[in-house]
């Protein structure tokens, strides 16, 4: 098979939703469909509500596939499926956001009986940054939720994306009857424990279906297709798959009732790995040179396993075990010798990769994320990842006074590496470090102490809304301790905002004053 139909084949997306949506539910069963495990239930450690990765090993051992928790490859009707995870709970961090920079599309997992929550909006905004398509499933239909039109709105209004319900439920909780299918033009029942049912909508006036479609639940969603089918939007691929609707699925991840339509629909409408903008210019898939760059490196917390993994997306060529390398940021070769583990495929039949597949390599300390790897004579670097704006804050300081050598050298380095993001504040020159998550913190702690020898003090500065200041010479007495003025890695200045209210307040008393919000300036 060649490179192009290789890359062709390729479906990379990620899930995200908010913590107990249903996305782990949701994953077990596409594995199912992949055939990857052979019943619900073996993913997850029930108690500590995560992967469990005794059971991860054993499907490994099983089907002589790889599945780790970070991505998960299994074929499907002809297509290669890669799943990658978006670290949510208390892992939310930065590498959450870095993994959307990674895939070609989004799932995104909305709770019926919730409805957008907070970490499915952030996770939202970073999809949007970088305009790749977005596809809703509705879960928890076979719950008491909110009214289909409801969610919709909702989706619309706080997301400000068009949608456009693929499906639409009649019912819900224990009165579920099933979906109206608009694209199959069939009524799907709600049947636990059984194949779905479809019948055509023609088929409908059956007397065998007379009950059913007596039903208020029936009739009353009859009607709200019959009105969404005149004054809803119209399906459009272009505006799915450059991010601006997205097509929405009702249905269960538990039962599971609607996924396997869901996923079908989602697998012939998802892209393939798109061309990437580097520096000399867009680069193919099928470009015969192997590329790829680095969005995540996971360090080894054991200390006396210093060795790191270095996350690939491959964007063109083909990646094969051994190979050379050339490092864009440095121009050294690297031979990816031995130790490089794989993720995409099984670890030790596999030895080939494509664009679209993400593999793990062996970091000797050399990469950083965002890193351009390849092979050819030209070199070029992918696009810059996007610095995402940290939300959460703390002053650092090194406890012992003597060791600041350590304690700067240890700052520089998981700086570098993307491990948390530094700020100075104007005219005391204290650091203060930013992140996504509270676990880097906790992470970042750790690694100061252990690979730095540098034990350090942290504070909290807590919940900080950061807006990137266009203009150098800023007038510092504009900002205190609320609204306060620090400068970025780069020395551009930057105000951490008390919330959003002091923020509207200052832009209302400082109209000329230029405030960039690193989302929309991505
Ligand atoms: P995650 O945190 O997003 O991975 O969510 P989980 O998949 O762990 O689901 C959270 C809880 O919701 C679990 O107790 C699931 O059994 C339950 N759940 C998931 N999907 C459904 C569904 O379709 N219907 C119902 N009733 N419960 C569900």
Request: net charge negative; aromatic share 10%; glycine share 6%.
């Amino acid at each position: 098979m060649s490179i192009h139909e290789e890359a062709n084949k390729r479906r990379t997306f990620a899930i995200i939703s908010h913590p107990d949506a249903g996305k782990t539910t949701l994953t077990e069963t596409l594995l199912l469909f992949g055939n990857l495990i052979r019943s619900a239930g073996t993913v997850k450690g029930k108690k500590s509500g995560k992967f469990a990765t005794s059971d991860w090993m054993e499907i490994e051992k099983q089907r002589g596939i790889s599945v780790t928790s970070s991505v998960m490859n299994f074929p499907y009707k002809g297509l290669e499926v890669n799943i990658l995870d978006t670290p949510g709970h208390e892992d939310f961090s930065e590498d959450t956001y870095r993994t959307l920079t990674a895939v070609d599309s989004v799932v995104m997992i909305i709770d019926a009986t919730k409805g957008i929550e907070a970490q499915t909006k952030k996770l939202f905004k970073v999809c949007r940054m970088r305009g790749i398509p977005i596809f809703t499933f509705i879960n928890k239909m076979d719950r008491e939720g909110r009214e289909p039109l409801d969610l919709l709105e909702e989706i619309e209004e706080v997301l400000d994306i068009e949608t456009y319900p693929m499906n639409y439920p009649a019912g819900m909780g224990k009165r579920f009857l099933g979906n109206f299918d608009r694209h199959g033009n069939q009524f799907v029942r709600f049947t636990s424990n059984e194949e779905e049912k479809a019948i055509p909508y023609d088929e409908l006036d059956d007397p065998q279906y007379e009950q059913m479609v007596a039903k208020e639940e029936f009739q009353l969603a009859k009607d709200e297709v019959s009105l969404l089918d005149e004054a809803g939007e119209e399906f459009s691929l272009d505006a799915v798959l450059s991010g601006k609707q997205t097509p929405v699925f009702f249905g269960s991840a538990l039962a599971p009732f609607g996924v396997q339509t869901f996923f079908d629909t989602f697998m012939s409408m998802a892209p393939p790995p798109a061309p990437r903008k580097s520096t000399q210019g867009v680069v193919q898939p099928d470009n015969p040179d192997f590329s790829g760059f680095i969005f995540k490196i996971q360090a080894n917390m054991n200390p006396a396993h210093r060795d790191r993994v270095a996350f690939v997306r491959v964007c063109s060529g083909k990646f094969e075990r051994e190979m050379s390398v050339k490092l864009a940021r440095t121009g050294k070769n690297i031979k990816l010798a031995q130790s490089q583990q794989f993720v995409a495929s099984s670890r030790d039949t596999v030895q080939e990769a494509y664009a679209g597949d993400i593999i793990g390599i062996y970091d000797p300390n050399v990469y950083r994320i965002g890193d351009t790897i390849l092979e050819g004579k030209e070199l070029f670097e992918y696009d810059e990842l996007p610095q995402f704006p940290p939300e959460q804050y703390k002053t650092v300081t090194a406890k012992n006074v003597m060791k600041s050598k350590q304690f700067k050298k240890g700052i520089e380095q998981l700086v570098q590496e993307g491990a948390i993001q530094l700020f100075t504040k104007y005219r005391t020159e204290s650091y203060i470090i930013g992140a996504v998550g509270e676990l880097q913190f906790d992470v970042f702690k750790y690694r100061m102490q252990n690979e730095y020898n540098s034990e350090v003090i942290l504070e909290n500065i807590g919940e900080r809304v950061p807006r990137w200041i266009g203009d150098e010479k800023i007038d510092d007495s504009l900002f205190d301790e609320r609204n306060m003025l620090v400068k970025d890695r780069d020395g551009t200045p930057v105000v951490l905002f008390k919330n959003e209210f002091s923020l509207n307040w200052f832009k209302d008393k400082h109209p000329d004053v230029d405030l960039i919000d690193l989302y929309e300036a991505n």
